[in-house]
């Protein structure tokens, strides 16, 4: 019995030897098997190509094991998700998919491993220059881009090609042509051209567009909040008058990405702000719209000055607390290639982040619009990259809704945006 | 105190630890902890760590959004559950007046309540659809902007929470209408009360204690309202469906502002333990006047 409270100590201190043996030697003893975690969010699409390209990666190193690790199903979900578990600082996962709008803000909190280093100097060439923009904070890498995102405006081929019309290029001539099409039309279940006005990110999104399209912008280049109100609240009175004036549907202040592209999808409406991945669904078949939709740059305030779509989609990046960090950012870029990135724009509707993929011709036989959408995704602006991005965006969120549904006055919901941005941004400056 | 008595108070220390323990290490424990935090800025991922007395709260007290939350909160409660207690006695009273299909009736209105909160908010997702929606399409050409509209949207969403929680009013009422005695309906009848009266009389008085209760647990949940109007409406159109748990959410998981988001924690725990305090002394007094 004496002995027994001995014992303890001398076997937590093998354990201990042992485990910092393990440590010592490059984390991969000989013949000792790898894994790597990949959280990612369950790709949609006719096949999900994600298993196949593990285990390629798992074929090119032997040795090493991917498990990959399905995300919640909702953004708000993954975030939280990986706010509690990057905290906790035991991930518990080594590449992580995360949204773009999230990099700037995990990279300050010292959770992502630096890739700059990793990477060679014309690595990012490839790709657009939004999604590398997205992906870099502080003049570092810390994420590369996966797929992409960029708001696109479709419309009704066949109804424009009726009343002899040309897509819109200016504001003033998609609500001319509203007007004209429904006029002559005379279908009360025609809408004129539904967008996001829902209080939510996509809110966010449809503003900015509106912002840049009037020649401003939400966070100014030095950091300034609502550098120009006035040109901020012109923005928002046109989106409001767009509800007034009939030409967007009343609902569309409670209209999020899907709502929107049903409506359009049941040929409900002449015009819609969407993202990509709509056209696979409007050319689907039994579709209401088979063949009689396209997609153009949303329109811009004068013609000739094309509107900006902002980008979005999701980048790759490796946890800084990860075991085996080359491992993890060879899985990165091997995940990012161009042949992943063709696999996975084959076997699902999400759009790449490398620009010669936009010409590659099997792809453009499986998707006649991408080399439409080079040009357009080539347009397209991030969203403000901030690590406070989310701050601002759920702080103007009710702002911006207030405008939209007449609560409050244009002038007086960008004086409270900018008042409440001010007292938060303050505080962690 | 004689040796004995002494013996049983020191068992029922003994026996009463565990639970001392087990509440304190879960619920004081962090109660204690947000409060600390809510005296601070904390911000973690921007580093800023430092005390700020009472400056979360009295940015609380001029915040727009924290009122209107607070208001909503209130509005939100007071109504579903009034609704709700009003709908449930009506419900339980139908049900207690049926010959057949009492069972049938029960487990219908208890599909409801058994359904998660999630649930019924996609359900009435698709019930308020601008276009295709049950509602829109039963109104005819009227169609009403359910969820998009500053004046429409909290009704919507307190309806949706009376049709999920008025079944829970209704079984307990019905459990209580149950077990009054025949007999004090069949001395009304005696004394020619009508059914009004007995109604007045005898029936809503006997149901008083239970209602108490039933009120009091409906009351704290919707203080505390969440799932519904995070999924219906994201807080919105202009804020006016944001309670003040959905505005702590925001601040807390979202934006990750752990001062100024435990400030709004602990608010809503004084607003719920106030509520039940007030609850707990009106339940004693009319334990002794009843």
């Known amino acids: 019995m004496r002995s027994r409270p001995q014992r303890a100590p001398r076997a937590l201190g093998a354990l201990l030897v042992w485990l910092l043996a393990l440590g010592g030697c490059a984390g991969r003893p000989e013949g000792e098997p790898v894994t790597l975690v990949f959280k990612y969010a369950r790709i949609l699409g006719r096949a999900d190509p994600l298993p196949g390209l593990l285990r390629a990666f798992e074929a090119a190193h032997p040795g090493v094991r991917v498990k990959g690790e399905a995300l919640p199903w909702t953004s708000d979900d993954q975030h939280q998700l990986y706010v509690i578990n990057l905290e906790g600082r035991s991930p518990g996962f080594d590449v992580m998919m995360l949204d773009c709008i999230w990099v700037p803000e995990f990279a300050r909190a010292g959770w992502l491993l630096d890739l700059t280093a990793h990477l060679r100097p014309d690595e990012l060439v490839p790709y657009f220059a939004s999604a590398v923009t997205a992906g870099t904070y502080d003049g570092r890498v810390w994420a590369l881009p996966w797929n992409m995102n960029v708001g696109l405006l479709y419309y009704r081929t066949d109804l424009l090609a009726r009343h002899g019309l040309r897509p819109p290029e200016t504001h003033a001539e998609l609500v001319a042509g509203v007007r004209q099409i429904r006029a002559a039309e005379r279908d009360p279940a025609l809408e004129g051209y539904l967008w996001q006005g829902k209080q939510y990110e996509g809110l966010v999104v449809n503003v900015l567009e509106a912002f840049w399209a009037n020649g401003t912008r939400l966070l100014g280049e030095d950091g300034t909040i609502l550098p120009e109100p006035a040109r901020a609240a012109d923005a928002l009175r046109f989106l409001r008058g767009l509800i007034e004036a009939n030409v967007s549907p009343a609902w569309t202040t409670a209209a999020d990405e899907e709502l929107t592209r049903r409506a359009f999808g049941d040929g409900h409406a002449i015009f819609l702000r969407n993202w990509p991945y709509a056209m696979e669904l409007f050319e689907a078949p039994g579709s209401a719209v088979r063949g009689k939709v396209a997609f153009t740059s949303l329109p811009g305030r004068a013609r000739g000055a094309a509107g900006a779509g902002s980008t979005g989609g999701a980048h790759l990046a490796v946890s800084r607390r990860s075991r085996h960090p080359e491992l993890a950012v060879a899985l990165a870029r091997h995940l990012t290639s161009q042949p992943a990135q063709r696999a996975i724009a084959l076997g699902a509707a999400l759009s790449p982040t490398r620009r010669d993929l936009y010409h590659d011709p099997e792809l453009v036989r499986a998707h006649p619009g991408m080399p439409r959408l080079d040009g357009l995704m080539l347009m397209g602006r991030p969203r403000p990259v901030t690590p406070a991005y989310l701050l601002v965006s759920s702080t103007v969120q009710p702002e911006f809704s207030a405008a939209l549904v007449g609560v409050k006055s244009p002038e007086r919901a960008i004086a409270d945006a900018r008042a409440r941005l001010g007292y938060f941004l303050e505080a962690i400056r | ?290």
């Open chain 2, 1 to 290: 105190m004689t040796r004995r008595e002494a013996v049983n108070r020191r068992r029922g220390v003994l026996l009463v630890a565990p639970t001392v323990l087990a509440l304190g290490t879960l619920t004081v424990y962090p109660g204690v902890w947000v409060l600390w935090l809510s005296l601070q800025h904390r911000i973690p991922i921007f580093g800023v760590s430092r005390f700020a007395g009472l400056d979360n709260y009295a940015f609380l007290a001029i915040d727009s959004r924290f009122a209107s939350a607070a208001a909503t909160t209130i509005i939100f409660t007071v109504t579903s559950v009034a609704l709700e207690v009003v709908l449930g006695v009506a419900a339980a009273l139908a049900i207690h007046a049926q010959r057949g299909g009492r069972r049938v009736a029960l487990s219908l209105l208890l599909l409801a309540w058994a359904m998660p909160a999630v649930v019924t908010a996609k359900l009435f997702e698709w019930l308020y659809h601008p276009t295709a929606g049950l509602l829109n399409v039963a109104l005819g050409g009227h169609a009403l902007n359910w969820l998009g509209d500053p004046h429409l949207a909290l009704p919507a969403v307190i309806l949706a929470d009376v049709w999920r929680t008025m079944p829970f009013v209704a079984v307990l009422c019905y459990a209580r209408l149950l077990a009054i005695p025949a007999e004090l309906y069949e001395a009304a009848q005696v004394d020619g009360a009508g059914r009004l009266a007995t109604l007045v009389l005898i029936t809503l008085p006997m149901l008083a204690r239970i209602l108490l209760v039933a009120i009091l647990f409906r009351a704290l949940d919707a203080l505390r309202a969440f799932d519904l109007m995070f999924v219906l409406t994201g807080g919105g159109p202009a804020g006016t469906t944001e309670t003040i748990t959905v505005y702590a959410y925001r601040v807390l998981f979202q934006t990750l502002q752990l001062g100024f988001g435990s400030a709004l924690g602990v608010v809503v725990f004084v607003l719920v333990m106030a509520v039940a305090w007030a609850y707990l002394r009106l339940l004693r007094t009319s334990a002794v006047t009843a």
